[in-house]
């Protein structure tokens, strides 16, 4: 380690930090400055990368957990020569930079997880610890090894004291992670306050007692930091790391340093004062030619590794064909094309739970993509996506593609997209639908991110029936609905069920929640499987053309599909049934074909659906009709409430007899 150059850089980051945020009056300084020896010895001595192959495979995996501290990632990523240019550090939180306020997956090359909303970043981390172990234990062999990367995550106060952050902590610990390094930057502030005002957690003890490694060291000391650092990558006692580094927030301006106004924009305002205190010149942006050409050298080692690598790993490609076109699949997020053929057609008089046929499906969907993993918040039993034969991922053995989570469904959310965003496998994870909102700062992480998770929330409804109404979901599923970039699915039969996990499997642009019921619902197998599923696809279709003119239009999704298919045998001709599993998907067809299943002339229309109504009238038009249930639920047998609540055939005859005059 050449400390002496290491002292230039962290100096010269804390410049780069105080200048981008003077520039444009806004970002936090507190982390960038607190923790420039701690990015020092990282970016310039223990991480193995590649700046110039941001997603080479064997790299160690950085997360700024603490995503406030932007400015931190982005000047080591700059000093460290991958594509953020100077120009993009003066653009910092500018329109259209790749330098936002808070850093986002794959808008900045090696930004390895979109963080911000505290504690996430920990769950990311341990998603991508989890990976990396799997990725070991399946690819790996006695002649090569291609994977023994490490997760190096940097948090705060703020991130610690999450729950989302607790539960994740403790899932790496019972899970034997021990290729995860968490760097806890320990300054004894949060954004309000100096920290014992909200916290006394003594954290060396709190790690230990979830199996974790822990160690208490000067954050400012580089050769303290190297070896905590290289000592916790070097671990290998089936327990996951902290390095508690104690550091002072905003160190390099004076006149804020140490204190609860150092977190955020307060100390640019000394920023001449702070540049000629770090021994800096005038000059703004300041990076010497002896600290560029320290990272270029830095970079052409991390060059010589990752080719060293690449031999190891076209040898083992070489030996192993099938294991590396799994992997390439992986890597590309590529399915079976014909992924949906592949499912059996269900039988005629199929019936059966929405969520035991999913069970079913992600069975034979798990047969033809092995890279899927799923998992459940201790309710495999009820969520059924249990893959049999899969074996169980844990600390003994992490070949399984079964996740446990324990009842954590906020980290299941934080640990899915960490998974996805290592790229390497399809995550999937479950629990009951009214417990979504647990985990919805996750889903719309994962929805801004892109990130190609599938949730599995089942007893979707007041179908539930006698757990009442703490468990009876009912503004839910719109609450999903109005995420943008979430696929929200609710099957209303078997083959739609099929489609639905084609499609989220199929989906490499954002997450898709699977919607499934409790209580059996019919096949409606009187028309084609090919017609359902090909309609379930696009999100919407006609399921029973109209005979005669039509002069009703009747939709529904999930369960509800089964009333308006019986109303419109009672209704007669001129009725057409259009299903809607996936208002999402329906609204990316073409106006034609929208207007194909929806036609405009057709201004008679009813909407049921077993939840809040509101967001329905954009397809009933004000006159129209919804169904639907804008109270909460009622304690008895599931039929019972459906009854109660009207949700049933005879209460849209009704609404089409009053409707039609």
Known sequence: MNEQILQSAAAQARGLAIDAVHACSSGHLGLPLGCAEIGAVLFGDSLNYNPAAPKWLNRDRFILSAGHGSMFIYTWLHLSGYAVSLEEVKNFRKLHSITPGH??????????????????????????????????????????????????????????????????????GHNGLDNLVLIYDSNDVTLDAMADVSQGTQAEAYFQSQNWNAVTIDGHDFTAVKEAVDAAKANSNGKPSVIIAKTEIGRGIPQVAGTQKAHGEGGAGFAAEARAGLGLPEETFFVSDEVRSFFAAKAEESAAAMAEWQATYDAWAAANPALAEELSNGVAKAIPSDLLDRIPAFDADYKDATRGTGGSVINTVAQEVPQLLTGSADLFGSTKNYIKDGGDFSAKDASGRNIWFGIREHAMGGILNGIAYDGLFHASGATFCVFADYLRPSIRIAALAKLPVTYIFTHDSVGVGEDGPTHQPVETVSGLRVIPNLDVVRPGDPEEVAAAYAGALGRVDGPTALIFTRQGIPNNSDVPVEVRREGALKGGYVLKQETGDLKLILMASGSEVGHIVEAAKELGDGVRVVSMPCLERFERQSDEYKKSVLPCECKNRIAIEAGVSGLWYKYTGCEGKVLGIDRFGISAPGNVVMEELGMTAGHVVAAAQELLG
């Open 103 to 172: 850093p986002e997956f794959e808008e900045t090359p090696g930004v390895e997880a979109t963080t911000g909303p505290l504690g996430q970043g920990i769950a990311n981390a341990v998603g991508y610890a989890l990976s990396g172990k799997r990725a070991a234990a399946r690819y790996n062999t006695a002649e090569h090894t291609i994977f023994n990367h490490n997760i190096v995550a940097l948090a705060g106060d703020g991130c610690i004291q999450e729950g989302v952050a607790r539960e994740a902590i403790e899932f790496a």
